[in-house]
């Protein structure tokens, strides 16, 4: 997939897909991946494996992430360069809307 | 006092996915196990008389799961019951908190699309046999005897039944979701 159908695909992008590439940046498998999550938002995501594996399946499918490899049938994926511009997209579009927020709000 | 249940057609009983978790869940609190879902745990399902367990119940439906799909819910503390078709059943059991494996909007409307989409399959499979089976009862006619014709158009018939039965399992499955969502 293309960095433009990328963006129409995934911005703006749902808290998951966010937290996923986001501890995709060292490699991680699923359940790995569920453990960060919860401690970067202190127990207030905790991502079901089903939804783990549709996500990873369809970044994966999509070129934002990559497996690196498979252990004992478990796959560590890793973010690609396409899944970096992505998420570095996302990023921006979350700091500006904290930044009208911000000055909206004082 | 029995120790056996005998369930038929669980899985045409209660067609939305969080449904029938929620049937197995019961049926568990109520003291009713089952060990294995098979292929035919669709039409007929064996239950045991056990303990009364709180179990969480998943439902998923994966048509191509890669090889990562059972080791990812196993990591997770879920056991997989087995499947029927495409469907996968998820055991886990609990206290406290109810554990799920969808946990964001997104996923759970994936998860009832997936359903949908297999019931889409049967759906057209079985219009376009009514719709071969028309086309041949009415053009072909001349080359048929009369009772070939009637048996066509029976069956004609009984295929758009099974299809109009799908295509409303298809709508309620859909509007349930939204409901869901809302």
Redesign the interface.
């Known amino acids: 997939m293309n960095e433009e159908k990328a963006v129409k695909k995934y911005i703006p992008m749902?808290?998951?897909m966010f937290f996923i590439l986001l501890s995709l940046q060292q490699e991680q498998?699923?359940?790995g991946i569920?453990l960060y999550v919860r401690q970067l938002t202190n127990n207030r995501?905790?991502?079901?494996?089903?939804?783990?594996?549709?996500?990873?399946?369809r970044l994966e499918r999509d070129g934002l992430i990559k497996a690196l490899s498979?252990d004992?049938?478990?796959?560590t994926y890793i973010t690609t360069e396409l899944g970096k511009k992505i998420l570095h997209t996302e990023a921006k579009r979350i700091a500006e809307l904290y930044k009208n927020v911000k000055s909206l709000l004082g | 006092m029995k120790n056996k249940k005998i369930v038929f057609f669980p899985a045409f009983k209660r067609v939305v996915p969080s449904d029938f978790e929620n049937w197995l869940e019961n049926m568990a609190l109520d003291g009713w196990h089952i060990e294995r879902v098979r292929q035919w745990s669709s039409i007929i399902m064996i239950f045991k008389k056990g303990k009364t367990k709180k179990y969480r119940f998943v439902y998923d439906l994966q048509a191509v799961p890669g090889k990562d799909y059972i080791p990812t819910y196993e990591q997770f503390g879920w056991e997989c019951l087995g499947r029927m078709a495409s469907v996968y059943i998820w055991r886990m059991e609990y206290s406290g908190e109810r554990p799920e494996a969808f946990t964001d909007n997104e996923s759970m409307v994936g998860r009832d699309k997936r359903t949908i989409a297999a019931v889409s399959v049967s759906f057209s499979l079985f219009l376009l046999g009514a719709l071969a089976a028309t086309i041949t009862a009415v053009f072909f006619s001349g080359s048929l005897s009369a009772g070939d014709r009637n048996q066509l158009i029976a069956l004609a018939v009984f295929l758009i039944i099974l299809a109009i039965l799908l295509g409303t399992v298809m709508i309620y499955i859909y509007k349930r979701g939204k409901q869901q969502e809302e």
């Open positions: 749902t808290e998951t498998h699923g359940y569920m995501i905790v991502l079901g494996a089903g939804t783990i594996y549709n996500s990873l399946s498979e004992d049938r478990k796959k």
